[in-house]
Each structure stands twice: as structure tokens, then as C-alpha cells.
């Protein structure tokens, strides 16, 4: 009994804080891990300093467990809500050269980590939350295209 009053009267608890994979910054195709650096483009420092701002929760007796978030992709909403009207008119396509790697992470599993990491309360730290396999810009653009029956703009072929 004197065990569950100690838990009920001091719960643990547990701050989420989501970033985005952008902490890394551009690493072209290097393969990174939780622990790799931080960047040092526009939104890797922004990122640096929200996770030393969420760490100190710890100096409250918190957990923290600091997710770093794909592009979220999803039927109703995140990132494709705004790319898909822009291929309806026709000037949807690759950003730049369509080189940079696309981390994301279908909201459905987004959700799934979430429930995950409050099952496991002992995870903290960093958590890349993102699918395994990324793609390259432009094969996002084409696989948009191609679904909705559109070139990519420039206008080419959806194929090419």
C-alpha cells in the first residue's frame, strides 16, 4: 500500500517535444542516426535550441523524449494538403534539383509512435519518427504526378 501511495503522489512524468528531422541540416547522402550532429542551416539551430529548451524539464524530474518528425504525409492534411493543389494546376514538380532526400512518415504512423512511446515511459532522448525509406525529391514529385495524373512543371513528361 505504501508503494502505491509513493507512485500516485509523485507521478512520472513524461514531455513530448517535437522537432524535425531538419536538426541534421543538409547532409547530401550521408546516413544518419539519432546521435549524428546537429546542421548549421537556417533550421538546424532553431531546432538545437528548442531540444536544449525541452531538455530542461529534466532539472523538473521529467523525461524527455525528443522527436524529430518526417514531413508528415497523410489523405486529409500535412504535407501533401498543400503540394497536391499546386499539381491540380498544373505547376506542380520537383523543388531545386530534386536531389535532397525526403524524410517522412505517414500520419497514421505518426499516431502509432506516439501511443508507442507512451506504452514504453522508459524511452527518452531522441527519436527520429520517420519512415525507413526516404525518397529523393524528385521521385516524390513524380509519384504525386503520376497519382494524380499530371506532368511535373516544368512541363515534362511524368515519366521521365
Known amino acids: ?22 536538426y541534421y541540416g543538409f547532409c547530401g547522402d550521408e546516413e544518419l542516426v539519432e546521435d549524428s550532429p546537429p546542421g548549421n542551416d537556417f533550421l538546424a ?4 535550441e528548442w531540444k536544449g529548451e525541452a531538455l530542461k524539464a529534466r532539472n523538473k524530474g521529467a523525461e524527455v523524449v525528443i522527436t524529430r518528425l518526417g514531413i508528415v504525409m497523410g489523405e486529409k492534411g500535412g504535407a501533401l494538403s498543400q503540394m497536391i493543389p499546386l499539381f491540380k494546376k498544373y505547376i506542380g514538380g520537383p523543388i531545386g534539383s530534386g536531389k535532397q532526400w525526403v524524410s517522412w512518415v505517414h500520419i497514421k504512423d505518426l499516431a502509432e509512435v506516439f501511443a508507442f512511446l507512451i506504452k514504453h515511459p522508459g524511452i527518452s532522448g531522441p527519436v527520429n519518427v520517420c519512415s525507413p525509406n526516404p525518397v529523393r525529391n524528385r521521385d516524390l514529385a513524380k509519384a504525386i504526378a503520376k497519382a494524380l495524373h499530371r506532368p511535373l512543371w516544368p512541363l515534362q513528361s511524368s515519366e521521365s
Open 45 to 48: 539551430p532553431i531546432a538545437k
Open 1 to 22: 500500500m505504501e508503494e502505491l501511495k509513493s507512485a500516485v503522489s509523485s507521478p512520472k512524468i513524461t514531455l513530448f517535444s517535437a522537432s524535425a528531422v531538419g
